[in-house]
């Protein structure tokens, strides 16, 4: 078992096409994994292992390879850069210690790119940013550090200095130490005289006072105008990194492996070890602390398996675990170290390390705990949007009712973002997810892993409600039942505030409902979900909080049944005295389009209520608009944008907020009308 300072646990992160997997597979063949490098275009990558990814170029799902680089064990996780597939990164973020975070140098910070960032923070993970695409046409470095100071407000620190030669081709040098680095990846003979360069003088110093400004061996070394060798430097650079004082900045090209090295190598320095992160010893004497970020039903070779992020003490075949969320035991059958689709055994895995484990069954889900002491347990933190695009989805004629429901439900226990459900009509399904792309990439996959044929009918918005106001109610319930001889009472008083934008449904109890009968608190709970999930009283409720005031009853037979009414009853007349507000959800579109389509782009958009919040010039005669757009208007805009650009533009939305939809706006698809 590899110790666990000797392990860096790091999620590829970045917007679509930024060259994630492409890194990583450039990460795995200079670290001796592959003996040849594939290519994104050519399908033949390690990470994008489903026919879809290989089909269209992207990720879909998060794949995680084990190399080693310098005795340092690096898990590596390849994250989609593709919003609808959002989850996958969320709960990859929350078992890493460190990030990579790709930008393009052609187009800097992109929409999602911020997403990630924010989902990266949430977590406080500490960054590397890694400018890719250094050898393209128009590749600014320049502007691309700009924009990571500006948009994502960190202190981002170039490492290294670009040098532009006469041929075209790209050099870096290291401002630590002065090497050159050549377009090929291999050092040069001679180091860089920093008198004789003065932009890469300027940008050694710069690096020296922002570790000045954190580091208090730095700043004793400035002050008496030293200059600090480098293993100081890189000593200072960790402490900085891992206390998330700034971010350090690496540049180069993944495609052509240049400035990759020096990557691993900065991984190996900088980024953190489950031991800093989590203050873990790797002993064997520890209790297991162990968390679930991913299962995957048709996983392993031994049927569904689970990935692992396990915190302290061990793991082995023979030792039986406790599900701290579920109450039961688990005892996995084979330990996998994960190479993407392929797996190893093992014997067992350490403080620190991520693994796979089959034997799950339906036992685990994502978030579960699993643990073996005492121990107060170490959970990560998982929390997933709801989804905002639904369609109604039914097998072909011939397939089984009970075969379909069970495929959908696999795919919505590997996606926490899927939601699927009965109806509108017998034999149909309605299947939500995070955009357009999401629900087909699942069609295809029904297709292509249960052979299953399936027709849909066209998207439909997730609208959600919340109040226009305040309300408080007090409701008497009553009730003689033909069975009984008395009559049942239930007494309920609660309230409903509307709260701000994005803040979801918060359920509050009193402080002395834990001396209410179990029996009272949870008809009441039950109430809530009832009153909640009825799709005859609206859209879903967001935005608001349920408190419960006081509760009382006459302790007589059935009292939980009159609880359930009542709640839903006293539910229903707060709601009503608050008024329900419908809101639809707006996205945060990016549209990169060429300058001379750029007007017909912005007059679509104008027609379809978008906020143009930003009009950015890009490289090569592009342009990028940035709008706030209400996903009604964005159905369907694949095909629009297409048409406007003779195909030559691109864009990216993702979930930005919830607002008052317009009355007349509310649009909903046919839901029985399937193609």
């Not at 001679?190 to 020296?208: E, I, R």
């Not at 309605?430 to 955009?435: E, I, N, P, Q, S």
């Not at 009153?531 to 935005?543: S, V, Y």
Request: a negative charge; proline letters at 6%.
């Amino acid at each position: 078992m590899t110790p666990a300072d000797a392990i860096r646990n790091v999620g590829i992160i970045a917007h679509v096409d930024a060259g994630k997997t492409t890194l990583t597979e450039r990460i795995l063949h200079n670290t001796g994994t592959i003996r040849y490098m594939g290519d994104v275009r050519d399908g033949n990558t390690v990470t994008d292992s489903l026919p879809q990814e290989r089909q269209r170029g992207i990720s879909i799902i998060s794949a995680a390879v084990t190399c080693t680089w310098s005795q340092t064990q690096i898990n590596v996780i390849d994250t989609p850069g593709h919003i609808d597939f959002t989850a996958e990164v969320e709960r990859t973020l929350s078992v890493m210690d460190g990030a990579i975070a790709v930008f393009c140098a052609l187009r800097g910070v992109q929409a999602q790119s911020e997403t990630v960032w924010r989902q990266a923070r949430r977590h406080a993970i500490p960054t590397i940013a890694f400018i890719n695409k250094l050898d393209r046409p128009g590749a600014d470095h320049r502007r691309a550090v700009r924009q990571l100071k500006e948009k994502l407000l960190v202190n981002a620190v170039p490492l290294q200095f670009p040098l532009e030669r006469d041929d075209g081709s790209i050099g870096l040098v290291d401002l630590l130490t002065g090497d050159v680095l050549n377009a090929d990846g291999q050092p040069a003979a001679q180091k860089l005289d920093f008198n004789a360069n003065p932009d890469a003088s300027a940008a050694h110093s710069h690096l020296v006072e922002c570790l000045a400004e954190s580091d208090d061996v730095i700043l004793n070394a400035y002050l008496e105008n030293t200059i600090p060798s480098p293993e100081t430097l890189r000593a200072a650079l960790r402490r900085a990194v891992i206390r998330r004082n700034l971010v350090p900045v690496l540049f180069g090209s993944a495609l052509r492996n240049v400035g990759v090295p020096q990557l691993l190598d900065a991984v190996r320095d900088y980024l953190p070890s489950p031991a800093d992160r989590h203050q873990t010893q790797g002993s064997t004497a520890e209790e297991l602390n162990a968390t679930v970020f991913k299962v995957v039903d048709q996983g392993g070779p031994e049927g569904p398996i689970a990935y692992l992020r396990i915190y302290t003490g061990t793991l082995t075949l023979d030792r039986q675990v406790w599900n701290v969320h579920r109450q039961e035991n688990f005892t996995p059958t084979q330990l996998y170290r994960v190479y993407a689709e392929m797996f190893e055994p093992i014997n067992g895995a350490g403080a620190g390390d991520i693994v796979a484990v089959s034997g799950v069954g339906t036992t685990l889900r994502t978030g579960d705990t699993l643990a073996t002491g005492p121990h107060p347990a170490i959970t990560a933190d998982m929390t997933f949007p709801e989804p905002v695009v639904s369609m109604v989805i039914e097998p072909v004629a011939g397939i089984p009712a009970a075969s379909f429901d069970a495929a959908l439900q696999r795919f919505c226990r590997e996606d926490p973002t899927l939601k699927a459900k009965p109806g509108p009509l017998p034999g149909q399904w309605t299947l939500a997810g995070m955009g357009e792309l999401h629900l087909d990439v699942v069609r295809d996959r029904i297709k292509t892993d249960f052979g299953m044929d399936t027709r849909a009918g066209n998207g439909k918005v997730e609208y959600r409600d919340t109040i226009a106001a305040p309300a408080a109610v007090t409701y008497h319930f009553t009730k003689q039942l033909t069975n009984l001889e008395h009559i049942i009472t239930a007494d309920i008083e609660l309230d409903v505030t509307p709260l701000h934008n994005g803040a979801g449904l918060e359920i509050l109890f009193p402080p002395d409902s834990a001396d209410w009968p179990e029996d009272q608190r949870e008809a009441i709970a039950a109430g809530i979900r009832d009153f909640i999930n009825a799709e005859a009283e609206g859209f879903p409720l967001t935005d608001m909080r349920i408190r419960i005031v006081a509760a009382k009853h006459d302790a007589g037979e059935a009292a939980a049944l009159a609880f359930l009414t009542a709640t839903r009853l006293a539910l229903a007349d707060a709601i009503a005295k608050a008024r329900r507000v419908k809101m639809e959800p707006v996205m945060r579109l990016e549209v990169s389009t060429p300058q001379d389509h750029l007007g017909s782009v912005i007059a679509d958009l104008s027609a379809r209520r978008a906020r143009i919040t930003e009009v950015d010039s890009l490289a090569l005669g592009a342009a990028r608009i940035t709008a706030l757009v209400p996903l009604a208007e964005l159905l369907g805009y694949a095909t629009a944008i297409r048409t406007l650009s003779s195909g030559r533009a691109d864009f990216v939305a993702e979930p930005a907020v919830y607002e008052p939809a317009p009355q007349d706006h509310v649009k909903q698809a046919p839901t029985t009308d399937l193609g």
